[in-house]
């Protein structure tokens, strides 16, 4: 049983996600219950294919065509699964929003990004354009763009990938919304490029006390922004715990499969220096 307390932001039980195929149902996420607390990171972990994005998708009302949600996910207290497109357009990107590994797919090339914040913004406030394009300088100076007055002006592609997942960022935290949901959003960035996207997160996260999902394939980014971790396995929770919990007593085989395969800090600084390289090439 999931407790829930007045500071749940989001609390999902018994969430299923499968899609018709000719040889019947596929289940893509099966009977996945979690929940995450205001200020709180739950980090989900698994492999590729093993439905972290169809949870979130899932809560978000986005599931590609055919896709079914089943069980409950509800944002403080309120069902969220099977409300109408109309009904979940002034809860998405206002309420919860979404950061996803590319940002070059979220934002439009021929508009500057100043403009797309802000537009994104007045449709779900009402104010003038002067006020939106002040409130998005503002974010736009929160996440560290330099310069921001000038780069609001500026095109997606005149940014580098690191700045361009701070602009998305922007746009998600905009409105303040209770509930951030990354799904592997530092993944094709270099290591140095996430570590500050991950710290600005958690600075935002600590000013804000937003609920915030956190999707990655790659263990280590978990042990550093996660309170608690599910981990997945062909839409199977396999294990959920605390991070510590996780890292010094995983209770199931995938989970220390896992675990096994990460580089390990050993007393042997030449041993550190070769894994840590491995990871920068990567
Ligand atoms: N439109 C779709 N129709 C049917 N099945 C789909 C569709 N999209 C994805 N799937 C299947 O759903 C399963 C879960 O996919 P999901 O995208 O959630 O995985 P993931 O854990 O996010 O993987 P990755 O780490 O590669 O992003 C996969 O087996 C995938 O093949
Ligand atoms: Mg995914």
């Given at each position: 049983?999931?407790?829930?307390?007045?500071?749940?932001?989001?609390?999902?039980?018994?969430?299923?996600?499968?899609?018709?195929?000719?040889?019947?149902?596929?289940?893509?996420?099966?009977?996945?219950?979690?929940?995450?607390?205001?200020?709180?990171?739950?980090?989900i972990?698994?492999?590729?294919?093993s439905?972290?994005?169809?949870?979130?998708?899932?809560?978000?009302?986005?599931?590609?065509?055919?896709?079914?949600a089943?069980?409950?996910?509800?944002?403080?207290?309120?069902?969220l699964?099977?409300?109408?497109?109309?009904?979940?357009?002034?809860?998405?990107?206002?309420?919860?929003?979404?950061?996803?590994?590319?940002?070059?797919?979220?934002?439009?090339?021929?508009?500057?990004?100043?403009?797309?914040?802000?537009?994104?913004?007045?449709?779900?406030?009402?104010?003038?354009?002067?006020?939106?394009?002040?409130i998005?300088?503002?974010?736009?100076?929160?996440?560290?763009?330099?310069?921001?007055?000038?780069?609001?002006?500026?095109?997606p592609?005149?940014?580098?990938?690191?700045?361009?997942?701070?602009?998305?960022?922007?746009?998600?935290?905009?409105?303040?919304?209770?509930?951030?949901?990354?799904?592997?959003?530092?993944?094709?960035?270099?290591v140095?490029?996430?570590?500050?996207?991950?710290?600005?997160?958690?600075?935002?996260?600590?000013?804000?006390?937003?609920?915030?999902?956190?999707?990655?394939?790659?263990?280590?980014?978990?042990?550093?922004?996660?309170?608690?971790?599910?981990?997945?396995?062909?839409?199977?929770?396999?294990?959920r715990?605390?991070?510590?919990?996780?890292?010094?007593?995983?209770?199931?085989?995938?989970?220390?499969?896992?675990?096994?395969?990460?580089?390990?800090?050993?007393?042997?600084?030449?041993?550190?220096?070769?894994?840590?390289?491995?990871?920068?090439?990567?």
């Amino acid at each position: 049983m999931t407790s829930v307390s007045s500071d749940t932001v989001l609390e999902v039980e018994h969430l299923s996600v499968s899609f018709p195929t000719s040889r019947g149902t596929s289940t893509v996420v099966d009977d996945s219950s979690f929940t995450v607390e205001a200020g709180r990171t739950v980090g989900i972990v698994g492999e590729s294919g093993s439905g972290k994005s169809m949870t979130s998708l899932a809560i978000m009302g986005l599931l590609p065509g055919g896709g079914r949600a089943v069980g409950s996910a509800k944002l403080k207290g309120k069902e969220l699964l099977g409300l109408s497109d109309r009904a979940m357009r002034p809860i998405r990107g206002d309420r919860m929003a979404m950061v996803f590994q590319d940002p070059l797919s979220s934002l439009n090339p021929f508009y500057t990004v100043g403009l797309q914040i802000a537009e994104a913004y007045r449709s779900h406030r009402k104010v003038s354009k002067q006020a939106a394009k002040k409130i998005v300088i503002a974010a736009l100076d929160r996440v560290g763009i330099p310069d921001p007055e000038r780069r609001y002006n500026h095109y997606p592609d005149q940014f580098s990938g690191g700045m361009r997942q701070r602009i998305m960022i922007a746009m998600a935290i905009c409105l303040e919304p209770e509930l951030l949901i990354c799904d592997e959003p530092t993944t094709a960035l270099d290591v140095t490029v996430q570590a500050q996207i991950l710290g600005l997160l958690s600075g935002l996260q600590k000013e804000n006390g937003m609920g915030m999902v956190f999707i990655t394939h790659d263990l280590a980014v978990v042990s550093e922004v996660a309170d608690e971790v599910l981990v997945m396995r062909h839409g199977v929770t396999r294990e959920r715990g605390t991070t510590e919990e996780i890292f010094t007593q995983p209770k199931d085989s995938y989970t220390r499969a896992l675990l096994d395969a990460l580089p390990r800090i050993t007393d042997d600084p030449d041993a550190v220096m070769k894994e840590t390289g491995e990871e920068h090439r990567s």
